[in-house]
């Protein structure tokens, strides 16, 4: 089963290592930015969500996870250890690894339209429709940390799932 640990600020990397020291499956999603120094401009690797690691535990290995140095507590929901589902785990996964293939349009449909990938590498998993920079994405949110990805997923891979506001935009036609 998959649970997101919060980490020491900037521990992630380390936590990961120390993790994968003791054989515990950790998963880390880090994304390249570039970095300006006053100097130098860098590529350098970063936290998709900073202050979060996921770790895929049995019963015996959960607490040798959460007592790994750098680790600070399991996220909770209601008192439980917050599970993170596969599905989620996995969407961020191709979003990592595909994001610059996954691209199309939505202009047809409006924000607060929750839809659900039906084709492509992201099939089964459901977003809801957000603007950003005057474009339209789904958002496929992990529950667990509480943050969003966006993707660009082309619209004939989408279904509607619910209306949210209203569902389609019309374009005048001057006559």
């Known amino acids: 089963m998959w649970y997101a640990i919060y980490t020491k600020p900037r521990w992630e990397k380390k936590l990961l290592q120390g993790l994968q020291d003791k054989n515990i499956e950790a998963f880390l999603p880090l994304r390249k930015t570039l970095k300006q120094w006053s100097d130098r401009k860098k590529w350098v690797e970063e936290p998709l969500f900073s202050c979060y690691i996921f770790v895929n535990v049995n019963p015996q290995e959960y607490y040798q996870a959460i007592n790994t ?64 920079k005057n474009h339209r994405r789904v958002a496929i949110r992990i529950e667990a940390v509480g943050q969003e990805i966006m993707l660009n997923i082309p619209r004939n891979n989408l279904k509607v799932l619910s209306s949210g506001q209203q569902g389609i935009f019309t374009q005048e036609t001057k006559n």
């Open 69 to 132: 140095y750098g680790a600070v507590r399991y996220i909770t929901f209601e008192g439980k250890p917050a599970l993170v589902p596969e599905q989620q785990i996995n969407a961020v996964k191709i979003y990592l690894n595909q994001c610059d293939a996954i691209t199309g349009t939505f202009e047809e449909l409006a924000p607060g339209i929750e839809v659900e990938v039906i084709e492509g590498p992201m099939k089964g998993i459901r977003g809801e429709m957000h603007q950003w």
